[in-house]
């Protein structure tokens, strides 16, 4: 941590900031310039709030300079982790996975009418939403266990493996025997008591950015489930909120390779909440595998003007078969290929 | 609902719109005019999700005309909401109710002698932290159900009430006794389900802002909790994220003035968190007051260079004494005064 | 326009929102619901300030139908505006174009040198700036008039055109015989007296998005121009400003799709200033391509360490050569080539 | 300036980082620690672009000390500045100071009617646009020279200062001899060649942030004029955009405590444009004084709904008239009272 003083600290003042800093465990340096002196602090809390020095007497501003997390940096892993699964399957390495499927489960015939047109077109792991708290109180809310029942059946009968939202702590143990990968949404980004617990389970675990949440957060984020011993953690960009009003959110495709050089973690992209249009969704998926996504998270259903979430964003079984081509021809501009 | 046809669509596309709405339960009344077919879509749902009819083809754009709430507006209580204590406090009439207290309860000491100072220049609401998941896995959590016990004794001795955060559905049994209002936090803004939960309680709720949720979400999760038969529900603006960085977030002092204006429920900020540098809490708190909130939280430390959290944006008990004065003098500029 | 009346409005207050809406030159069709009243104004004009309504007693909100703009409209020209050239290079059609160079012209050594390997890897245009107001008063500030010269030069030498900065009227002569391409700043988007000037113009304008302007403000400003005669505009994506501090701006992919829709005119995408990180330049021009970009524009220096403005943001020659030959295997992904 | 080298950095990367500052005039103080090198850079250049270093191997981050500025900050002139007029009037002192007036001067009958009311109510600074580049190019544009004499005129007859806005270098000199104060708009904050212009002006500046621009870029604005010789500059708030959607822009009250304690200069607030709602005006008004704001700026229209321009953002006079007696009750609270 560096702190600078003002040009107008008195000497009385810089000496109570490196007695404040002693205190909380920092060895300090102190260089006195022409204009200011400037402190740098050298510890091993990372968890200070640096805020508390800016507000003392004497204080010109404050920079950390290790980041935040530990776990999550690529140092600790440099080579990258490759997040692999029992049938082969793997997210991280060379090959970009595609997960798709409907928004929410809602019956068995929707949720096999999709997942047999999506696994012949291409894509390697299921999704759909068994719990759907709704931000309006008057909306179907996800078929729940019986949806789960249902992901894991049409899984297993199409060769996928299978990815679903955990949205509580009290839902993780039911959630473990039929799915693959546990989803963490945007809205729980920061709900710590999940992630705390979600550290413990021996699955892989999704992370997806809050549509407020800095990189940096994201990463603080999953550095929850690893401290927790979980290192299987997959991260997720879908869309930030700006000012822009046309689509819902601002789907940040430079996330990619941000996250990829301060991270060694797998990253991937949801364009289909990114975007919240489903004419917009084939531009995005196509925009994340060129700037490095590891995988892509993809909405489809077969009559998404009946979807009962979310039918905008979901692309046509034959929208989907047409992206993934697209996809099969960018990927080895990037040295890779489609899983 | 309007929506609006391009110039170029068909009158098959017009009709399949018309159909459609109608499917959905609407009634249609449409205008043609010159460049353009407009269709009134009239019924009962509020939780359409328009973006289901932006995609479709032909369609230019879609408007919602009814707000997407019911109970929330103000038309459903022109009067205004007064939320009514046993001691006879009230929040949302003439007079201005100030909750003041640590970020967290740390010790008996330390509750005690805050509480005492605060009461003394005129806090009416005891307010403290008894659960902390925190940003980073490596702080302090909180005291929990002691931390509770501690509130109450301390707010019976000062004549406060007691206001604490709820974080997740279990807890909630638990406070019950200890507390006079729940507050729910900014990240749980849109936690559906615990919303629901507190829709069932008999004790009034504190519903902070999302850092990005819009007003209209913000209500819309008041009526989430006033679906549920919870009609004591108090809103709070606590800072938003936006693009300047010299403050954690921008407060939103406009939201003060909207909100009373769209909605019957008491609004209320925390200059405290919505801008996280004890420096600038003072001037938020007096620019709330003259926007018009009905009360304000505002964290007070005895030593805030030792707590353990949130220490910089607590003001000292004496500037919490000025700042009080200040109040005093500006309420009766909005034809009010402090409580 | 739509207004929709409050619930609560009198039937007095109705009739002065329509009498209103008549004296501004509307004609007005009333639909009298169970809930409220909605008052549909149909008229030629489109420059209507809707907030004049929306203060008025009895209104709920107004709704602007017809897209505040008419020539930059998609509708005005369906199949696409092609900006052609005497050289032969088209912006608009199965070719995706690249222009490159320097952020600013810093000596004839530096430009040739920069000009000759971007020439060869593939640059059909040749950008770089002759004036650089900058912001800070203590900056390098352009060649001026010397730099256009030496920009004609090169790119007549290289076989490429060129494009430059135009920052306000005043230079616009100056500029004419040097330049094939006029280029607005993502400041001077919102400058209407330049734009008007502009419109008069017998060259193409590429017309940068601002930092804080919505697609609909970008296509407004577009707009002024054609409104001027001026129909060969080129819009430009180049970075929004988020609440992520990592990149200086978050660079809007989804803008190259919403645009393409929304309007006929070219759309291009500046991932150097969109990033203002090298690192990030090379994803990010591959995702523009993969979203649909009719064309790049590139900063590249030959030694950006000792560049005298944005190197940070500018590529090796090199590297510039290995991103053309990715761009050429993205390309056939959404049936183009790379001119 | 304070860089972190990566704990991968090698020796040879550390002594190239050592180098290149060197070269570009900065002295070095290097500190290695357990994990990682850190270099503080000390010189007198402030205007070194910090991303050269970031996309440097080895480099993890780069930290900037010293503000980019020098004239602006409060440093420079702790006593604060008092910008002083010809009648007695300052802005800056213990004085609150009104401007006030239409949006647009319209007509002689149009302002002197409003500039008679707002003088009665206790307005000291006439304000009234006499250059109006709107955002469609088919809108009013203003009366030019004629808006500016009839300013001069009706601030003469009424005992009223006079400011209005500077479009572009071309009018300054038609504006010095009518206007007491050159408004610089929000789109022109970083028109730098115009604050260049500015800064060698012997009249005072009135600085509109940007509505995407950070505080720190807004003081950078102010040093640029300053720089030029004119230290009359005074700031203003005037609402930023964020992703809010129920007012045009989110006025950030918080800029003004923040503004008074990084600089000297006196910070002002236009609660018209910051919210764009009538209903919303004087409510952030109050806020403004009771933030601290040294002045406002408040648009008055005697009949808004027929303004050519911005009448929804227009106080009646009577609402003009009531909000001074609020702003005289406010004051006193922040030991101020109102000119």
């Known amino acids: 941590m560096i702190v600078a003083m003002q040009e107008t600290a008195t000497e009385e003042q810089i000496q109570q900031i490196i007695?404040?800093?002693?205190?909380?465990?920092?060895?300090?340096?102190?260089?006195?310039?022409?204009?200011?002196?400037?402190?740098?602090?050298?510890?091993?809390?990372?968890?200070?709030?640096?805020?508390?020095?800016?507000?003392?007497?004497?204080?010109?501003?404050?920079?950390?300079?290790?980041?935040?997390?530990?776990?999550?940096?690529?140092?600790?892993?440099?080579e990258g982790t490759v997040v692999k699964f029992a049938n082969g399957l793997a997210i991280g390495n060379a090959e970009v996975v595609v997960m798709a499927g409907p928004c929410s489960v809602e019956s068995r015939e929707q949720l096999f009418t999709v997942a047999q047109q999506i696994a012949q077109a291409g894509a390697r792991v299921l999704r759909g939403g068994a719990f759907k708290p709704r931000s309006s109180p008057y909306s179907f809310q996800g078929l729940g266990l019986e949806g789960l029942k249902l992901l894991r059946?049409?899984?297993?009968?199409?060769?996928?493996?299978?990815?679903?939202e955990v949205m509580e702590i009290s839902q993780i143990e039911m959630m473990l025997p039929y799915v693959d990968i546990l989803q963490v949404g945007a809205r729980n980004m920061q709900n710590f008591n999940l992630l705390r617990e979600l550290g413990k389970v021996k699955k892989p675990v999704l992370l997806k950015r809050g549509i407020a949440a800095t990189l940096e957060e994201l990463l603080l984020s999953g550095e929850y489930i690893m401290a927790g011993g979980n290192y299987d953690v997959i991260l997720c960009e879908r869309g930030i909120r700006t000012f822009e009003t046309y689509t819902r959110n601002t789907m940040d495709i430079s996330a990619i390779p941000i996250v990829k050089k301060l991270s060694h973690l797998p990253m991937t992209a949801d364009p289909s909440h990114g975007t919240g249009r489903r004419d917009k969704v084939a531009p995005m998926a196509r925009a994340s595998v060129a700037a490095g996504a590891d995988a892509l998270l993809i909405e489809v259903h077969h009559d998404p003007d009946k979807a009962l979430s979310d039918g905008a964003q979901s692309l046509f079984p034959q929208q989907f078969a047409q992206l993934m081509g697209e996809l099969r021809m960018i990927a080895p501009a990037v040295g890779r290929k489609m899983a």
């Open 153 to 164: 059946e049409a899984g297993d009968k199409f060769g996928m493996l299978v990815i679903s």
């Open 19 to 78: 007695e404040h800093l002693v205190r909380m465990g920092f060895s300090v340096h102190r260089t006195t310039g022409v204009r200011q002196s400037i402190l740098a602090a050298v510890g091993a809390r990372i968890d200070f709030d640096t805020r508390n020095l800016e507000v003392l007497p004497g204080v010109q501003e404050v920079h950390r300079i290790s980041a935040p997390y530990k776990l999550v940096g690529r140092t600790f892993r440099p």
